[in-house]
């Protein structure tokens, strides 16, 4: 299977030029090396209704392309119960009961890090087991023996991260995102995945797991995220932040991507031109604020926004 880079969007609403300008860098760094250039719709959870084609419309637009067909994550169940099953065999699962409410309320395990499943569920007795399962469904965790993991990054350098007893299947049986993006990468031959950077924290997690099924550990950079103007990650209530409303506004698609390569250094027009002089070298170590579009309105707001994606 030959080498392959990414783009992975959640359909859960338009793609803002955060996004996009994810997009454009995961398509340079793939386009640069030589890699296929692949794209695979996360849709185990947050799907809304016309999301995937309306972001496909918008990467087409500023000249993102890729090859062969979309993968939908939910056509690919098999192959993240095979994972599972190959994990249990090795005796590396555990079923976990636990609420949301009851993680929080638990007392920590002394010297885990903030953050990590307390362990409450990791071992319980049969019949405790039996019993608990009456009550609720079980979600199933990893039984990890590290604490940490570290991994290289293009643009971080070395990164050490939590690894904790992180969920595999949910409780309402949908596959968690890092079980799933750790086998759709290897199954894909993905050996090269960028990434916004707030995914970095989430990235020890997924290497230790693919070490564990076997899988090889991509290569990784995670690229810096847009903000807006009170230094919170570029959301929807921004103003005119989606191709949407900034045509509406005024500004096309071309307008926008040559503001985004602009902000990474980049020569404007067709991205041939870009990825004739892209070196992951000189790209911006630092986040973007976004400006707005000359003559659109950026809009006012900003709670910043809490909660992290998908982990
Ligand atoms: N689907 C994730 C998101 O849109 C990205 C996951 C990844 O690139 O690994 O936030």
């Given at each position: 299977?030959?080498?392959?880079g990414?783009f992975a969007p959640?359909?859960?609403?338009?793609?803002?030029?955060?996004?996009?300008?994810t997009?454009?860098?995961?398509?340079?760094?793939?386009?640069s090396?030589?890699?296929r250039f692949?794209?695979?719709?996360?849709?185990?959870?947050?799907?809304?209704?016309?999301a995937e084609?309306?972001?496909?419309?918008?990467?087409t637009?500023?000249?993102v392309d890729?090859?062969?067909?979309?993968?939908?994550?939910?056509?690919?169940?098999?192959?993240?119960?095979?994972a599972?099953?190959?994990?249990?065999?090795?005796?590396?699962?555990?079923e976990?009961?636990?609420?949301?409410?009851?993680i929080?309320?638990?007392?920590?395990?002394?010297?885990?890090?903030?953050?990590?499943?307390?362990?409450?569920?990791?071992?319980?007795s049969?019949?405790?087991?039996?019993?608990?399962?009456?009550?609720?469904?079980?979600?199933i965790?990893?039984r990890?023996?590290v604490?940490?993991?570290?991994?290289?990054?293009?643009l971080?350098?070395?990164y050490?991260?939590v690894?904790?007893?992180?969920?595999l299947?949910?409780?309402?049986?949908?596959t968690?995102?890092?079980l799933?993006?750790?086998?759709?990468?290897?199954?894909?031959?993905?050996?090269?995945?960028?990434?916004?950077?707030?995914?970095?924290?989430?990235?020890?997690?997924?290497?230790?797991?693919?070490?564990l099924?076997?899988?090889?550990?991509?290569?990784?950079?995670?690229?810096?995220?847009?903000l807006?103007?009170?230094?919170?990650?570029?959301?929807?209530?921004?103003?005119?932040?989606?191709?949407?409303?900034?045509?509406?506004?005024?500004?096309?698609?071309?307008?926008?991507?040559?503001?985004?390569?602009?902000s990474?250094?980049?020569?404007?027009g067709?991205?041939e031109?870009a990825?004739?002089?892209?070196?992951?070298a000189?790209?911006p170590?630092?986040?973007w604020?976004?400006?707005?579009?000359?003559?659109v309105?950026?809009g006012?707001?900003?709670?910043?926004?809490?909660?992290?994606?998908?982990a």
């Amino acid at each position: 299977m030959t080498s392959a880079g990414r783009f992975a969007p959640s359909p859960s609403g338009e793609l803002h030029v955060g996004n996009l300008r994810t997009a454009i860098l995961a398509w340079l760094f793939a386009r640069s090396t030589g890699r296929r250039f692949l794209m695979r719709v996360e849709d185990l959870d947050r799907a809304r209704a016309g999301a995937e084609a309306e972001q496909l419309r918008g990467l087409t637009a500023i000249g993102v392309d890729w090859d062969g067909g979309v993968v939908r994550q939910t056509d690919r169940g098999q192959l993240y119960t095979a994972a599972i099953t190959q994990l249990t065999a090795a005796g590396l699962t555990y079923e976990c009961f636990c609420t949301r409410r009851e993680i929080q309320e638990a007392p920590s395990a002394p010297h885990a890090p903030q953050g990590a499943y307390p362990g409450t569920c990791r071992n319980l007795s049969n019949a405790e087991r039996e019993a608990k399962r009456a009550v609720r469904p079980a979600a199933i965790r990893l039984r990890a023996d590290v604490a940490e993991a570290t991994v290289r990054d293009v643009l971080h350098g070395s990164y050490t991260g939590v690894v904790d007893d992180f969920v595999l299947r949910r409780n309402d049986g949908v596959t968690a995102y890092n079980l799933a993006v750790v086998v759709d990468d290897a199954a894909q031959g993905i050996d090269q995945v960028v990434r916004g950077d707030d995914l970095l924290p989430s990235t020890p997690r997924q290497a230790y797991l693919a070490a564990l099924l076997n899988m090889p550990v991509p290569e990784y950079a995670h690229v810096p995220l847009v903000l807006n103007a009170d230094g919170a990650r570029l959301a929807k209530r921004d103003g005119a932040v989606t191709l949407t409303d900034l045509a509406l506004a005024g500004v096309n698609a071309d307008a926008v991507r040559d503001a985004l390569l602009a902000s990474v250094g980049l020569p404007a027009g067709h991205l041939e031109h870009a990825l004739a002089v892209f070196d992951p070298a000189n790209l911006p170590r630092e986040p973007w604020v976004w400006p707005g579009m000359p003559g659109v309105h950026p809009g006012t707001s900003a709670r910043p926004r809490t909660g992290s994606r998908g982990a």
